[in-house]
């Protein structure tokens, strides 16, 4: 079995060093959640920079410690810009985020995410609908076609997700990260299930694609499961608090951010989880 | 007489079926507005989803039950990507709602809002001076020239825009909304005015860009005319409540996102509104 | 020594001509901010108008009172609409902000900020870093690579900037803005040192860019220098007492809008400041 203690302390030195060194993690992310993405890396500790231009993604993936990366609005420019800039994060070795949001929408989308299998990101994390058919389009086992994607929402559950997620893991040599109202995080080799959140997380837009943020800033600090594993505990240790606190989804939102921000590295760790080997 | 109980009866079921089913409304939206469009949608039930691109505008409209067309901040794909979304929207027989704010800045603006009457959106919302430029610009009664828009800001009164409104929701079969102190909501045959709300909506940027994002998700539920009465009324219901609780605009805006998602469909219905025949 | 309480005066006129006037400044700026941008606009009492089209940046410059023009997240359609807007203002002598955001990424970045130099921006705002890069791009004293320049952050103290920020108000003929713990603003004979803000504006993505939209307001009403210090003035003061009832950085962005709103002319003059002659 892995060891959760081994784990835990991962997570706690990941946050620590997050808190500690402000490290940058640019984004290439959709017009519609972008300010909360940069609000909530920057509640966690991180630095966020976000750009459309072809060589400021390269730029901006050579400065920073990582790069997100999510499909959300897409723009003309970005058939250059994305492919360079994930190759380039590719040739560095650096760790990247993708968000496939609304995989199957859009032949621009689907183009670029194809040519994303090269250039293996270190995370991918989308919901299960989005992970069923990202390892359908790259042929991957578990995935299947993208009938299931309706807008940016699922229509299949997490544990529906678990080949596509094991499979795409072992394929990038990453890690996997499926949102859902548990929310299971794998390396191809290990599943952590991880628990808690809010029913208003699905109430307020971009909490999915802050997450992809804040796993990038964790991703400058960690490898990439304990990086996708932390952002989901502080996801879910935060997201807990705020409803604690609020009863509907503006204030909600407001005390997220809060919480993101004042959760501790013990508490981060501490939020519940299980691991399972596979 | 129209029948005001009956009305009150329509909007207490679109409340309802949004709230039951999540419907899905799409938008191609300004930049500016765009998360806080997304997250009223949310509020009330909705389903949302933002694109740019041509064909992901086809799609939105396929997959959508409305879709909603703001033309805050134009980019040039827009050139090809809103009479493609209009044009099929028109075909396909679906609703949706047109948002033409700045009408009158810019060759591309005035070209697509010349464009659209072509495809009759089903629900036009704006401020009286847009309402009365876009008549004017469509050749209708009550219409005039462009000369009085200020950015996005309106230098007319709502009556000022009665016979305008009026001749354009008689020319396309739907409904028009009109923003103002009181709302004017009229299907060409029927004036409703609606009640309510709070100056800080005008110093918050949005109110009017979310009210169409909203509007659109009850015209998934209900008739064009049902749908903007509904939209206008929940909007006046929560901005009063929210007032009431807030003395500046920044807790205003919060507030005013929870008493959207607070709102009950007999709560919404009972906002106060008068109607008349023309 | 430069007249205190003549400035003060003039603090309080341009604020109170603005909670008066509404007077109107676009902007073309990035997506991140974009809302935020708006909302402290309208919170202090101006208009907002943001745009992306080449002709229509023309038009929001000449129908604003002033411009705000922030180089953030650059489209491919800046190239054009960008040297347009500011060649317009420049000709017609009307007054614009420019915030050069993360100066010396990629090329259209590099080359926009060049052009510039010969349209002599109203008001110059960024952090030391991007401060001392333009002063070294336009060749001027104080200027050096932007090496320093870290993503939008700073590795630059406000005092290391200042040769930098005098010789570029002493080359515009106009204001800089130098944001840091102590801010600085000159017209190239005075200094002034305004104090207070918040360390929560650092957790917050955009204080700068909302500082830059604000001192646009305060342009359309006030000499450049006025408008950049009653700016910088009015963000201390919110920024020092949202901090006050906040303990995080959600929370604290929603009061920072409340206390913007709030803020009278006399308090907003009355914000600690020191002036120097150079």
Same mark, same amino acid.
């Given at each position: ?6 784990? =835990? ?8 060093? *997050? ?12 017009? *519609? ?6 609000? %909530? ?10 750009? /459309? ?8 993936? $050579? ?10 609005? @897409?723009?003309?420019?970005? +058939? ?16 990247? !985020? ?11 989308? %689907?183009? @670029?995410?194809?040519?994303? $299998? ?11 609908? +989005? ?30 997700? =678990? ?31 991880? /628990? ?21 800033? /964790?991703? %400058? ?12 505990? !502080?996801?879910? @240790? ?15 939102? %407001? ?5 993101? /921000?004042?959760?501790?590295?013990? +508490? ?11």
């Amino acid at each position: 079995m892995p060891d959760k203690e081994n784990l =835990k302390k991962q997570i706690i030195q990941a946050v620590e060093k *997050v808190k500690e060194t402000n490290p940058m993690a640019g984004s290439i992310t959709n017009t *519609v959640t972008i300010n909360f993405v940069a609000n %909530t890396q920057l509640a966690v500790g991180g630095s966020a920079a976000m750009v /459309y231009m072809p060589d400021e993604g390269e730029l901006i993936a $050579k400065s920073g410690g990582a790069t997100y990366i999510n499909v959300g609005t @897409l723009f003309p420019i970005y +058939e250059q810009t994305l492919p360079l800039t994930a190759k380039s994060l590719h040739d560095m070795g650096k760790p990247w !985020v993708l968000d496939p949001v609304a995989i199957g929408i859009g032949s621009l989308r %689907t183009d @670029l995410l194809r040519k994303f $299998k090269e250039f293996k990101p270190s995370v991918i994390r989308g919901n299960p609908s +989005e992970i069923i058919a990202l390892a359908g389009l790259w042929g991957l086992d578990g995935g299947a076609g993208e009938s299931r994607v309706r807008g940016v929402d699922s229509t299949d559950s997490v544990n529906a997700a =678990k080949a596509a997620a094991v499979s795409l893991a072992k394929y990038t040599g990453g890690a996997v990260a499926v949102s859902g109202e548990t929310d299971l995080v794998t390396d191809g080799s290990i599943i952590a299930y991880s /628990y808690g959140g809010s029913h208003f997380m699905e109430k307020i837009t971009g909490a999915g694609c802050a997450l992809g943020g804040v796993i990038a800033v /964790y991703a %400058t600090a960690a490898s990439p499961f304990i990086a996708a594993l932390t952002g989901t505990a !502080v996801f879910n @240790l935060a997201g807990s608090r705020a409803e604690a606190k609020t009863d509907a989804p503006g204030s909600f939102q %407001t005390q997220f951010i809060d919480e993101l /921000y004042k959760a501790a590295a013990d +508490e981060i760790a501490d939020n519940q989880f299980d691991i399972i080997e596979i």
